[in-house]
Nanobody
Framework: QVQLVESGGGVVQAGDSLRISCAASGSYFSSYAMGWFRQAPGKEREFVAAITWNIGSTYYADSVKGRFTISRDKTVTTLYLQMNNLKPDDTAVYYC???????????????????WGQGTQVTVSS
């Protein structure tokens, strides 16, 4: 039973950078992919970025491509999201998710993920 805990959120100014983390713990970790989703007040949860755990193939939403970088440290089972040139529209609760499927799924889809963290707040001021 894998548990995910996000950290690193905070309040920053537009143009600043921030790195958030997601630590996986619990039973033996085995995941096809891990991803980041975000949800702003009044909006639906949206895909941000994903990475396949073993190979490291990455996927990004168009809105963050070129600004955000997803990565993982397999030795400590931790997922990261480096966010550069942050914009006010990036303000949201960011959620970490893990896909424990034994067969490949679609990393961009929220329905592909079985385990979710509690979220970490990222606020970008003008």
């Amino acid at each position: 039973q894998v548990q995910l805990v996000e950290s690193g959120g905070g309040v920053v100014q537009a143009g600043d950078s921030l790195r958030i983390s997601c630590a996986a713990s619990g039973s033996y970790f085995s995941s096809y992919a891990m991803g980041w989703f975000r949800q702003a007040p009044g909006k639906e949860r949206e895909f941000v970025a994903a990475i396949t755990w073993n190979i490291g193939s990455t996927y990004y939403a168009d809105s963050v491509k070129g600004r955000f970088t997803i990565s993982r440290d397999k030795t400590v089972t931790t997922l990261y999201l480096q966010m550069n040139n942050l914009k006010p529209d990036d303000t949201a609760v960011y959620y970490c998710a893990a896909d424990s499927s034994r067969i490949p799924t679609i990393p961009r889809l929220a329905g592909s993920y079985n385990t979710w963290g509690q979220g970490t707040q990222v606020t970008v001021s003008s």
